[in-house]
Each structure stands twice: as C-alpha cells, then as structure tokens.
C-alpha cells in the first residue's frame, strides 16, 4: 500500500488577483511536495473568463490539481448594494462558508489542512470543526502583513484618521507607514470596511500560521520582525510565519505582441499596464499618450475603458480599434497613426508574464499590484510606478525607497491627473538613463535572489518544507 499522503485544500476568494497565487500555490505542492490538494475557488460568475481559463489550462496541466467550484452566495438581501467592493466581498465570503462547509464535509477522506486567503478569513471555523490545521495565505508582502496584523493596536494607539497623521504609522521592528500610504480600508475608520478589515486582522492571529507570498532576501527586516520581534510576535500569538514566494504564473503563451517584441532591440520597450482591474480616467489616458509618444521610446501599452466608463473593457478584442466604446477612442487625434513603428497597443488583456520576461522589454509601467510587481522583479524588469488601490501605495514606496528598482510621480496618480512631461520625463529615466541602468542591474540582481528562495535549498522552499512538516505532526 501507497504511504498516505498528506491533503490541503485551498480557498480562493473571487476575482484572479486571489485565483491566480492560490492555483500557483497548490501547483507548487503538488509537483515540488507530491501532496494531494483540492483546489476550492468561490465564483460570483457563471461563465468562465478566456484569461481564468488560460490560467486553469496552464497550472493543471500534466498534474492532479482538482478544482471545485463553489458559487458565492446571493449577498442583495444582507449587503448594502452602494457597500464598497470589499465590504461586498467580505459579505460575500462569509455568507458562502455554509456552501464550503458542504463541499469540504462531503470529502472521503476530508482534507487534513486548510489555507485561505485574506477574505476567506470567516472560513477558519470550518477547519475546526473538522478537526483541520488552519492557515492564512497572504498574497501580498511581508510588510504588509506586519501591517495588518498590527492594524488592532493601532486602531486603539491612534486618535483621528490615519491618513489625516502628522508623523507616520509606527511598525514595531518595520519600516514605518506614512499616512498616505495606508491601505485603502484605512483610509476611512468610519466606513463598514474598515471593521470588516480589523475583523480579518484578528482572524489572522486565530489561525495556525501565516504564507506570505514573498521571501527572505527581499524583505529581511519584515520578515525578522514578523518573526522574532517581541511586541510583533505577541500580536500573532507568536504563530509561525512561512515565506513560500515568489509564487507567479510561468510564461507559454504566444501571441502577436511577442512576435512584434521579437523585432524590438533589447530592453528598448516599456511595457504599460494597470492590471486586471485598474482604470484610469479619459484625461489620464489622454496625458499617457501624449507623454509615451514625446518620450521617443518604443513601448506596449495594455488599454482599457477609462474608470467611469460604460463599457466593460472584458469584451474588447485585439483589432477593435474603433468605435465610440473602444479604449482607444480617448487617445490624442492621430496617435495611433503616429506611434506605428514604436508603439504596440493590446485592448484589455496581454501574456504578462512572456513579456515581461522577453528581452527587448526593459520597463513597466504598473499598477503596482502584488502579482505584477513579482512579476517584474522576477523578470528582473525595473519599474514606473502607478499604484491606484488596495495595498499598492506601500509596494510602490518599497520599490522605490527601499529596492531602488522604480521610480514614481511627484503625486499620486490617485491625487491628480499626471501630466504628459513628468511621464515622459519617468520614461526616460527608466528608459535611457544611467539611472535607469542602475535600476535595471539592481533588478536583475533580485531576480536571481527569487530564483535562489526556491531552489531545492533555497529559504522559500525550505519553510514550505517546515509547514508541512509541522502539518504532519498535527495528525500524527
């Protein structure tokens, strides 16, 4: 008889932001650990998206990674419909644990571990009635998650709003938070969010440990002080902290916008985009456009509808180029005409990671989001930062102050319209400077320090190694 093999299941909240690190995470233990995992992705959607399938086709392939769908639950009777989307998700996540609760229960055998994200915090009581070890994935940073678990103290040290603080937001053992760096559901202390956010925060600390999608080399100090801080520790109620990243998707896909990079010089082309769910206004496009083009430098930018618009950027396809409700109607009169021999415009969606991976890609111009900034460090791709939500404010003053790989607007894009000359002038710099070089060896540097983590004797994979371990011991 075969030794029995230890079963994790993960649970994936909505929307491929969480999807995409789950399904790479499950990937990872299943072909470097030989584990069985199930994976559990809860869907507001009834169709599948041709990028969610993509991404499913890539990561199962060759390998048994179940996926089970769980419907999210019908949340019109018990959430405000003008709520802000992540108190609608929150909602969401925990008006669906019942329908998890289900699935998991109807398993033969059951599932020995349970980890999930962020949002899926409410589903830890299905993994203690069960008898499972519980674990939060963090499919962002390190110093976010000092943050976050943090938040609860904070919450009770600081008087007023944190964005309206004099001095910053101090972080034992960590870089301090400036105030307008705070993540989105602290912006407002009076707004719902904001208390399902604390919620989450103290949930983290009820589990068995914390994944954070990171690793060791890129964010020593957080990671030391998640770790061995005194007064940081004491607020996990000293649970194990496992760095399992850079855990990205890995390139396949070709497409025109490959074959047209194949024709581009080395590192000459700056790849533009604001994520799977970024938008920026009709002035903002405008001033972008204008700004790539007096730049002079080649560049692939990834266009979508402007926020506000009616459109659903979803249903553009490449070529579709006209039309009152295309992206690119917003552009300057005559730039797509002008920009043909150095510019390469996608309509809503591209193969990110081949092309930030091709080597006549030499920028990024990002959004800032967990996901795409690991995937530009680990294509060794310096960046122009943009952050527009969440938690990406603080990933984009890491990249900049501490990493040294970005450079960033004189405002938040999120403040005010950033005008065609500052953008043009980032281009450059990134582009055709020597600091942009610096920034670029730098980049490179890191890139093979990710590579290092998850080596067969690398940080990440050997603290994935001691999650298990300490997974076994639980049922042994």
């Excluded at 507001?44 to 089970?68: C, F, G, K, M, W």
């Excluded at 990002?366 to 310096?382: D, F, K, R």
Aim: glycine share 6%; aromatic share 8%; net charge negative.
């Amino acid at each position: 008889m075969a030794p029995r093999k230890l079963h994790i299941a993960l649970l994936a909240s909505p929307g491929m932001g969480h999807l995409s690190p789950v399904l790479l995470l499950g990937r990872r233990l299943v072909t470097e650990h030989d584990l069985l995992v199930t994976i559990f992705s809860v869907t507001t959607d009834t169709t599948v998206s041709p990028v969610q399938a993509e991404l499913v086709s890539t990561v199962t392939r060759n390998i048994h990674l179940p996926i089970i769908p769980i419907p999210a639950a019908d949340i019109s009777k018990v959430a405000n419909p003008n709520a802000s989307v992540i108190t609608q998700l929150n909602i969401m996540m925990r008006e669906t644990v019942p329908v998890i609760r289900t699935a998991i229960s109807s398993m033969d055998p059951r599932p020995d571990v349970l980890i999930f994200d962020i949002f899926a915090y409410a589903s830890r009581v299905i993994a203690e009635e069960f008898g499972m070890s519980k674990f939060l994935f963090v499919t962002a940073n390190a110093w976010f998650t000092a943050l976050f678990t943090y938040s609860p103290v904070l919450d009770k040290e600081v008087v007023g709003q944190y964005i309206d603080q004099t001095g910053p937001l101090e972080i034992p053992g960590c870089k301090p938070v400036r105030p307008e760096d705070v993540i989105d559901p602290m912006v407002d202390r009076n707004d719902e969010t904001y208390g399902f956010y604390l919620e989450q925060a103290v949930g983290a600390t009820l589990t068995d440990g914390i994944l954070i999608n990171t690793w060791e080399v890129l964010e020593p100090q957080s990671v030391d002080a998640l770790r061995n801080n005194e007064i940081l520790r004491s607020v996990v109620k000293n649970k194990p902290v496992y760095t399992v990243g850079p855990i990205i998707k890995t390139g396949g896909v070709k497409s025109d916008v490959i074959e047209w990079l194949d024709k581009q010089p080395e590192e000459s082309v700056t790849y533009v985009s604001f994520g799977s769910g970024g938008t920026i206004s009709a002035k903002q496009i405008e001033e972008l456009a204008w700004g790539l083009e007096l730049s002079q430098q080649r560049f692939i930018w990834v266009v979508r509808p402007p926020c506000g618009h009616a459109s659903d950027g979803s249903f553009f396809r490449p070529g579709d180029l006209d039309g009152p409700g295309c992206p690119t109607s917003f552009f300057p009169k005559g730039f797509l005409s002008r920009i043909q021999k150095v510019g390469f415009i996608v309509l809503s969606w591209a193969p990110q990671v081949e092309i930030l991976n091709h080597k006549s890609v030499g920028g990024f111009l990002t959004h800032c989001g967990w996901n795409s900034t690991l995937e530009s460090i680990t294509s060794g791709v310096p960046m122009i930062t943009w952050p527009l939500y969440a938690e990406q404010n603080m990933n984009a003053t890491m990249l900049v102050e501490e990493l040294e790989i970005a450079v960033r607007p004189e405002v938040l894009p999120t403040k005010k319209v950033v005008g065609r000359d500052e953008i043009e002038k980032m281009v450059r710099v990134l582009m055709d400077s020597e600091k942009g070089k610096e920034m670029r060896e730098k980049a490179k540097i890191l890139k093979k320090g990710a590579e290092e983590a998850i080596t067969e004797n690398g940080s990440s994979y050997i603290s994935m190694c001691k999650l298990i371990e300490n997974c076994w011991s639980k049922i042994q």
